[in-house]
């Protein structure tokens, strides 16, 4: 009598194959994705440091923040850091660490500034940028940034004014 074998296991088996194969695949195009990363955080802190720039600021690049585009900025008495976070929340703890008692922290997102990160809309944004990229949308993964605007000292800036001037880039 021959043993029987069910579709489950043989779907789990398909399932197994099917992942084992896409690990090379996954280690191939690793290096690639690592560097295009780079080069798009980059531009980031480029585009964020020359932003301060033009709005008065003494700006530089930070390359301090792990994995964390950023810039910061000073004039006059006020230092700002502006910071690329994730769209998932992410990074949103660590910018209220860095915060100290008397600064003010915003967030910049669909030209509008938020006292905290609008979580569930930050994450729907992600969310359906992740689905367009999977459906091979012509327009790509087309994903909104959030920016984060930690205001340190004598800083009188209007956030709102930031979040529509990003909106418009």
């Known amino acids: 009598m021959r043993p029987r074998v069910s579709t489950r296991s043989v779907l789990r088996a398909l399932l197994l194959v099917l992942l084992a194969a896409s690990v090379p695949l996954k280690l191939w195009t690793l290096p690639e994705a690592r560097a295009s990363s780079q080069a798009g955080d980059d531009a980031i802190r480029e585009g964020m440091r020359a932003f301060l720039a033009e709005a008065g600021f003494s700006a530089q690049v930070e390359a301090g923040l792990v994995d964390l585009p950023a810039a910061s900025g000073a004039r006059d008495g006020c230092r700002v850091l502006l910071a690329n976070v994730a769209t998932q929340g992410y990074h949103r703890d660590l910018?209220?660490?860095?915060?100290?008692?008397?600064?003010?922290?915003?967030?910049?997102?669909?030209?509008?500034?938020?006292?905290?990160?609008?979580?569930?809309?930050?994450?729907?944004?992600?969310?359906?940028?992740?689905?367009?990229?999977?459906?091979?949308?012509?327009?790509?993964?087309?994903?909104?940034?959030?920016?984060?605007?930690?205001?340190?000292?004598?800083?009188?800036?209007?956030?709102?004014?930031?979040?529509?001037?990003?909106?418009?880039?």
């Not at 008692?101 to 809309?121: E, M, N």
């Not at 920016?147 to 930031?162: E, I, M, Q, T």
């Open 95 to 169: 910018i209220f660490r860095l915060a100290g008692s008397g600064d003010k922290v915003s967030f910049l997102f669909r030209g509008r500034a938020y006292p905290d990160q609008p979580g569930w809309a930050t994450w729907t944004s992600h969310l359906l940028s992740r689905l367009r990229l999977a459906s091979a949308d012509p327009a790509g993964p087309g994903g909104e940034r959030v920016y984060a605007v930690l205001a340190a000292g004598a800083c009188d800036l209007d956030a709102s004014a930031w979040a529509k001037s990003w909106a418009e880039t």
